[in-house]
C-alpha cells in the first residue's frame, strides 16, 4: 500500500507539470500570435508607406512629363515666330523699294519715256511684288471703305459735302501691307470729315 501512496504522491506532481507546461504552452503561443500581429502591423506599415512613395513618384512623373511637352511646344512656337520675324524684316526693308517702282512708273507715264523704260521698270517690279506676295505680303485695301485704325493712319483730313463719304478713306498716300494675318507697315491715308 505504501508503494500506492506514493503513486499517488507522484501523480500530483506530475499533474502540476503538466499544468506547468501548458502554461508555458499557452505563454509561448500568446507570444507568437503577439510577435505575428506586430509584423503584420509592421508590414502594413511597410506597405502604407511603400504605396505613398510610389504615389509621390507617379506624380512627380507626370508633373516632368507636362513640364516637358510645355517646353516642347513653346521652344517650336518661338522657332517659328524667329522664322517668321526674320521674314517680316526682310520685307519690311524692301518695301521703300517697292514703293520707289511705283513712283518710278507713274513718273515715266507722265513724261515721254521710252516704252522701253516703262517697260523694264514695270517688269522689275513686278517681280518684286510677285516674290513679296509668295512671301505672303498682302496690301491693305482702305479706298472708299470706313476709315479704321486697325490698318491705316490718318495724315491728313479733308472736308466733303456729302455725309456718306464722312469717315471713309478718300485717298491713300503711302500703301500699307499685312504679313500673315499681321500688319508690318499701316496704310496712311486721307480721311474725309
Excluded at 511603400?50 to 516637358?68: I, M, P, T, V, W
Excluded at 509668295?134 to 493712319?153: M, N, P, Q, R, Y
Amino acid at each position: 500500500m505504501k508503494h500506492n501512496k506514493d503513486f499517488k504522491k507522484n501523480d500530483k506532481p506530475e499533474e502540476k507539470v503538466g499544468e506547468k507546461a501548458q502554461e508555458q504552452q499557452e505563454a509561448a503561443q500568446a507570444q507568437a500570435e503577439e510577435q505575428v500581429a506586430d509584423t503584420a502591423a509592421e508590414t502594413a506599415d511597410a506597405l502604407a508607406e511603400a504605396q505613398k512613395q510610389a504615389a509621390e513618384a507617379q506624380d512627380k512623373y507626370l508633373r516632368l512629363a507636362a513640364e516637358f511637352d510645355n517646353y516642347r511646344r513653346r521652344t517650336s512656337k518661338e522657332k517659328l515666330d524667329l522664322v517668321k520675324s526674320a521674314g517680316e524684316d526682310i520685307l519690311k526693308g524692301m518695301l521703300p523699294v517697292l514703293d520707289d517702282c511705283e513712283r518710278a512708273i507713274k513718273q515715266l507715264e507722265q513724261t515721254e519715256a521710252s516704252t522701253f523704260e516703262k517697260e523694264g521698270t514695270g517688269l522689275i517690279y513686278n517681280k518684286l511684288l510677285s516674290y513679296m506676295k509668295s512671301c505672303g505680303l498682302e496690301e491693305i485695301e482702305v479706298v472708299g471703305k470706313e476709315f479704321d485704325t486697325d490698318f491705316a493712319e490718318a495724315v491728313a483730313q479733308l472736308p466733303v459735302e456729302d455725309s456718306k463719304q464722312k469717315g471713309t478713306v478718300l485717298e491713300v498716300i503711302q500703301k500699307g501691307y499685312i504679313l500673315g494675318g499681321k500688319v508690318i507697315r499701316f496704310a496712311k491715308v486721307v480721311v474725309g470729315v
